[in-house]
């Protein structure tokens, strides 16, 4: 079955310091995959979505790595700040009974302490 | 821009009755929405994928016959929980997906409780 795995354990770092988030999946090719930020108690907040074609993307302070081979995104955010501190969520892309949809992991908790 | 509401953001009821939830994307139209729901400390599990104009698709395991899903128009589409019980306390968010048929936006999500 399709499967995504992100770091489970909270990352903690130093504001300032870069943060990197990683995002494994297995058993299908996704032919795109979005980032998510999640704040408690609400919906998730569209980063960036990145395609198959696509090594590199970046958006201000966050860049987006897709290694097909690898089946692997890496998320970074730069010159973190206390206010980037929130659950970041991997979703690629299926195609499942005929429909496209997200298939999200369980997310990695970052903490960016001053 | 990519807008997407959802009402009410929290909703008590008592256990038996029925609790409709709206969502929708206030400046562009979808034609396919999602409703997921996320239990503390979870990932957000798919529900059912709506198209305007026809029958939901639920994933396995979810109840169609309890989740009642209509998605009338290019920017509404509801949720209904039938005869709630407490263990479909959870929060339930909507997306919706723009035409372009990429991106999904998410809507701030429903605490439902049932007593």
């Known amino acids: 079955s399709q499967k995504i795995e992100q770091n489970s354990e909270a990352l903690n770092i130093q504001e300032g310091k870069t943060a990197t988030l990683t995002c494994n999946y297995t058993n299908y090719s996704p032919a795109y995959l979005q980032w998510y930020r999640q704040d408690p108690g609400r919906g998730p907040v569209f980063l960036l979505l990145i395609r198959e074609n696509e090594k590199e993307k970046r958006k201000e302070r966050l860049k987006v790595t897709f290694d097909t081979t690898l089946k692997q995104s890496l998320f970074h955010i730069t010159a973190s700040q206390p206010a980037d501190s929130a659950t970041y969520l991997c979703a690629p892309e299926g195609v499942s009974g005929g429909y496209n949809k997200l298939i999200f992991g369980a997310g990695t908790r970052l903490a960016v302490h001053p | 821009g990519a807008v997407v509401s959802q009402h009410p953001s929290w909703v008590i009821c008592k256990s038996g009755t029925s609790v409709k939830i709206e969502c929708r994307s206030l400046d562009f139209q979808a034609t396919t929405m999602f409703w997921y729901r996320q239990f503390p400390k979870q990932s957000l599990m798919l529900m059912a994928t709506?198209?305007?104009?026809?029958?939901?698709?639920?994933e396995q395991g979810v109840e169609k016959d309890k989740f009642l899903i209509n998605h009338a128009s290019l920017t509404l589409s509801t949720l209904t929980v039938t005869s709630a019980h407490p263990e479909d306390s959870s929060f339930y968010i909507c997306s919706a997906r723009d035409l372009a048929g990429e991106v999904q936006y998410f809507g701030p999500g429903t605490r439902l409780t049932v007593t």
């Open positions: 709506s198209n305007e104009g026809s029958k939901a698709t639920y």
